[in-house]
């Protein structure tokens, strides 16, 4: 899957290759997971893949907007090999001849009734849409421009209600019937400035 030199995508690839992110020390009690951050150049410019998960009792993101991932298993020799595994389960997309741009800064859930998961995001560049093959774990798998994102009223805030602790109020983008918030939003919006 060789990359082909596009204006958005390659201004990507150069500040991502001097980027040195933050790594959270990995403790005791702390859960290993990475997600596949997967662009492309697009009709309108620079796209991000995002799966949406699918409603399953006991996933703790059951129903959210996010990129694919997953926490480590023992048989992952690092957390690109999680990101890679995962991306292979969850959509079927085979990233192991992508090109990789980078890696961006390790984060973990700010809400105290979460799993204490520390993610790791890579960061990977496509020539083209790959074709998707949706597991049980995933409902739907969508393409979303930077530009639309930067689109008047698609940032903003939701308020989120999550059970035994108070409602807060985060910021999120949200598409029609889509809102990525969270974690993925974390992700996201420093990508976005990063990037631009």
């Given at each position: 899957m060789g990359v082909r030199v596009t204006a958005a995508l390659q201004a990507a690839r150069l500040?991502?290759?001097?980027?040195?992110?933050?790594?959270?020390?990995?403790?005791?009690?702390?859960?290993?997971?990475?997600?596949?951050?997967?662009?492309?150049?697009?009709?309108?410019?620079?796209?991000?893949?995002?799966?949406?998960?699918?409603?399953?009792?006991g996933d703790t993101w059951s129903g959210q907007i996010a990129f694919p991932g997953g926490r480590r298993?023992?048989?992952?020799?690092?957390?690109?090999?999680?990101?890679?595994?995962?991306?292979?389960?969850?959509?079927?997309?085979?990233?192991?001849?992508?090109?990789?741009?980078?890696?961006?800064?390790?984060?973990?859930?700010?809400?105290?009734?979460?799993?204490?998961?520390?993610?790791?995001?890579?960061?990977?560049?496509?020539?083209?849409?790959?074709?998707?093959?949706?597991s049980t774990e995933v409902q739907d798998a969508f393409w979303v421009s930077f530009r639309s994102l930067a689109a008047p009223g698609v940032q903003g805030e939701i308020t989120v209600d999550h059970p035994g602790i108070p409602r807060r109020v985060l910021p999120a983008y949200t598409l029609g019937k889509r809102t990525i918030w969270g974690m993925s939003e974390r992700i996201l919006t420093p990508l976005i400035s990063l990037v631009s």
């Open positions: 500040k991502l290759r001097d980027y040195r992110p933050t790594e959270i020390p990995f403790e005791a009690g702390m859960i290993a997971a990475a997600v596949a951050v997967i662009l492309r150049d697009g009709d309108d410019g620079l796209e991000a893949l995002f799966i949406h998960r699918a409603v399953r009792v298993e023992p048989r992952d020799a690092d957390l690109l090999a999680t990101a890679l595994r995962e991306t292979h389960e969850e959509i079927g997309v085979d990233l192991t001849s992508a090109e990789r741009l980078g890696v961006l800064d390790d984060l973990y859930p700010r809400t105290p009734v979460l799993p204490p998961v520390v993610v790791r995001p890579f960061v990977f560049a496509l020539t083209s849409r790959p074709s998707i093959a949706l």
